[in-house]
């Protein structure tokens, strides 16, 4: 009966025993599990995993869907003193910008093909436009001004290094077309073209050349003939870059259908609207633009906070991005400021700068009067969320203009020799992020937090619940070790002596 009682009890202790210690190890590990959900971020995980670029994922879903791109919006230079400056009364053109004049692209992606060996992706891009008559000042068709003539001085400035015949040539059929530096013209025109003579002249005289009929911005930078396949990162450091861009176009030229390649590999560059995770202000940032040969450099400048409570980064325009060291005129006058981008346009001699010249080399804006740089208004701007590499905001600015190298040897175009002409201004801007984007942005930021916040308040009370109860149950087990002693009857017999003797 003894055993019995002696088993029970140590059976008792054991179990009591084994519950003070699963009291207190749960304990520790509810405790422990708030510490480690700081360390790990599963939110970020989660956000991470939605923004994943893989065969089936959300963004692969984006990719083939076509959305709304970058808003465009349009100011051309009216040249106010036309007549003035053409007869030579006035030694600068005095301008003024009109506009805007705006349009939406759509973007959407075909030929998509995820590299099973790479981390890759490549795609073709398709872009087109729409006209966006409440946003813009009226109808392109409808508003005529007074323009540089863009196909003259363009055509000029590629036909001076030419022998002097070919420019005596190339004179002889200019004069007998009815046309000067600046014209009238109807701002449609001059954004998407217009079959234009001088244009013809310069094919004829110097087949190869280049091989368009017309001349307009943005018939350029959208040209319908040519054809664009990006490869991209899709995994660590080179998710969302850039790698390289191919361009292909069937040129017509010498009557020949065959199709001309051209190559271009970026570094650090992306498209603008996601980024790598986890940036940091020396992170480097460049910025490619579908139809544009080069990239932009962008710079960290500051850090803004978002109404969820991120903290973004801001970005500008780098110095580097404009700096010159090829366009010069006649005089070795290189101007710094400016992007060569003949390149880019098959040999047209077009440059990039910041809008009204912001920036740039003070002696730009004495060759003309009207453009008044004026950072609050003309400077760009990119937002990112630096944890999840989301752009929240980009707003860029940019300013098209010809640049003339010594142009006396026509008569119409002498006036412009040696002169970066502004031609048009562009404000571009990103559309806001998709509402499955924004989702992961308060899903990181706002709900996430909130949600993880009450799992760790549960979490580390639960934790503490249970140790204190493994306490309680420890402390019970200490008293009942050290309570009174309950004493069993000895077996066997006791013999008893008289304590004393008769």
């Given at each position: 009966m003894v055993v019995k009682t002696r088993r029970n009890s140590i059976k008792a202790?054991?179990?009591?025993?084994?519950?003070?210690l699963a009291s207190a190890a749960f304990g520790v590990a509810f405790l422990i599990i708030p510490v480690v959900v700081i360390f790990i971020d599963p939110i970020f995980l989660v956000a991470q995993y939605q923004l994943k670029l893989t065969k089936n994922s959300l963004l692969s879903y984006f990719l083939k869907?076509?959305?709304?791109?970058?808003?465009?919006?349009?100011?051309?230079?009216?040249?106010?003193?036309?007549?003035?400056?053409?007869?030579?009364?006035?030694?600068?053109?005095?301008?003024?910008e009109i506009g805007p004049f705006v349009y939406q692209e759509y973007r959407s992606n075909e030929d998509i093909d995820f590299d099973n060996e790479a981390p890759v992706i490549?795609?073709?891009?398709?872009?087109?436009?729409?006209?966006?008559p409440d946003k813009s000042v009226g109808d392109p068709k409808d508003i005529t001004l007074n323009v540089p003539n863009i196909s003259l001085l363009t055509v000029s400035t590629l036909m001076e290094p030419y022998p002097f015949v070919v420019r005596q040539l190339y004179n002889i059929l200019v004069n007998q077309v009815d046309t000067e530096g600046i014209v009238a013209r109807d701002v449609h025109s001059c954004?998407?073209?217009?079959?234009?003579?001088?244009?013809?002249?310069?094919?004829?005289?110097?087949?190869?050349?280049?091989?368009?009929?017309?001349?307009?911005?943005?018939?350029?930078?959208?040209?319908?003939?040519?054809?664009?396949?990006?490869?991209?990162?899709?995994?660590?450091?080179?998710?969302?870059?850039?790698?390289?861009?191919q361009r292909t176009r069937k040129e017509k030229m010498f009557d020949s259908n065959d199709p001309v390649n051209k190559y271009f590999e970026f570094n650090d560059t992306y498209e603008g609207a996601a980024f790598p995770p986890l940036m940091t202000p020396q992170t480097p940032v460049n910025l490619?633009?579908?139809?544009?040969?080069?990239?932009?450099?962008?710079?960290?400048?500051?850090?803004?906070?978002?109404?969820?409570?991120?903290?973004l980064f801001v970005y500008g325009y780098s110095n580097s991005t404009f700096e010159n060291t090829k366009i010069c005129d006649s005089k070795g006058w290189c101007p710094f400021g400016l992007m060569d981008l003949s390149s880019c346009f098959y040999h047209l001699p077009m440059a990039l700068s910041k809008s009204h010249f912001l920036d740039a080399d003070p002696l730009l804006l004495e060759k003309v009067e009207g453009l008044k740089p004026n950072r609050a208004v003309h400077d760009s701007s990119l937002l990112v969320d630096p944890k999840a590499g989301l752009t929240i905001g980009t707003t860029l600015e940019l300013q098209l203009n010809i640049m003339t190298t010594d142009l006396t040897f026509n008569h119409q175009s002498r006036l412009?020799?040696?002169?970066?002409?502004?031609?048009?201004?562009?404000?571009?801007?990103?559309?806001?992020?998709?509402?499955?984007?924004?989702?992961?942005?308060?899903?990181?930021?706002?709900?996430?937090?909130?949600?993880?916040?009450?799992?760790?308040?549960?979490?580390c009370s639960l934790g503490i619940l249970l140790l204190l109860n493994s306490g309680r149950l420890a402390w019970r087990e200490r008293r009942r070790e050290l309570g009174p002693k309950t004493f069993t009857p000895l077996q066997g017999k006791i013999s008893a002596q008289p304590l004393l003797s008769s």
């Amino acid at each position: 009966m003894v055993v019995k009682t002696r088993r029970n009890s140590i059976k008792a202790k054991m179990k009591s025993r084994r519950n003070i210690l699963a009291s207190a190890a749960f304990g520790v590990a509810f405790l422990i599990i708030p510490v480690v959900v700081i360390f790990i971020d599963p939110i970020f995980l989660v956000a991470q995993y939605q923004l994943k670029l893989t065969k089936n994922s959300l963004l692969s879903y984006f990719l083939k869907k076509e959305l709304k791109g970058a808003l465009l919006e349009v100011y051309l230079f009216n040249v106010t003193n036309a007549e003035r400056f053409l007869d030579g009364a006035d030694k600068k053109m005095k301008m003024k910008e009109i506009g805007p004049f705006v349009y939406q692209e759509y973007r959407s992606n075909e030929d998509i093909d995820f590299d099973n060996e790479a981390p890759v992706i490549r795609f073709t891009p398709k872009l087109r436009t729409v006209f966006m008559p409440d946003k813009s000042v009226g109808d392109p068709k409808d508003i005529t001004l007074n323009v540089p003539n863009i196909s003259l001085l363009t055509v000029s400035t590629l036909m001076e290094p030419y022998p002097f015949v070919v420019r005596q040539l190339y004179n002889i059929l200019v004069n007998q077309v009815d046309t000067e530096g600046i014209v009238a013209r109807d701002v449609h025109s001059c954004l998407w073209g217009f079959r234009d003579p001088i244009v013809s002249i310069a094919k004829t005289l110097a087949p190869g050349l280049i091989y368009y009929d017309s001349i307009g911005i943005l018939e350029r930078l959208y040209d319908p003939y040519v054809k664009y396949r990006i490869e991209m990162g899709r995994e660590g450091v080179d998710k969302f870059k850039v790698l390289n861009v191919q361009r292909t176009r069937k040129e017509k030229m010498f009557d020949s259908n065959d199709p001309v390649n051209k190559y271009f590999e970026f570094n650090d560059t992306y498209e603008g609207a996601a980024f790598p995770p986890l940036m940091t202000p020396q992170t480097p940032v460049n910025l490619y633009r579908l139809g544009i040969c080069k990239s932009f450099q962008m710079k960290y400048q500051s850090q803004e906070e978002l109404k969820l409570g991120a903290k973004l980064f801001v970005y500008g325009y780098s110095n580097s991005t404009f700096e010159n060291t090829k366009i010069c005129d006649s005089k070795g006058w290189c101007p710094f400021g400016l992007m060569d981008l003949s390149s880019c346009f098959y040999h047209l001699p077009m440059a990039l700068s910041k809008s009204h010249f912001l920036d740039a080399d003070p002696l730009l804006l004495e060759k003309v009067e009207g453009l008044k740089p004026n950072r609050a208004v003309h400077d760009s701007s990119l937002l990112v969320d630096p944890k999840a590499g989301l752009t929240i905001g980009t707003t860029l600015e940019l300013q098209l203009n010809i640049m003339t190298t010594d142009l006396t040897f026509n008569h119409q175009s002498r006036l412009f020799s040696d002169t970066i002409v502004p031609i048009a201004r562009a404000k571009i801007t990103l559309p806001e992020p998709p509402e499955e984007t924004r989702s992961s942005l308060k899903l990181m930021y706002e709900t996430g937090p909130q949600i993880l916040l009450i799992l760790e308040i549960i979490s580390c009370s639960l934790g503490i619940l249970l140790l204190l109860n493994s306490g309680r149950l420890a402390w019970r087990e200490r008293r009942r070790e050290l309570g009174p002693k309950t004493f069993t009857p000895l077996q066997g017999k006791i013999s008893a002596q008289p304590l004393l003797s008769s």
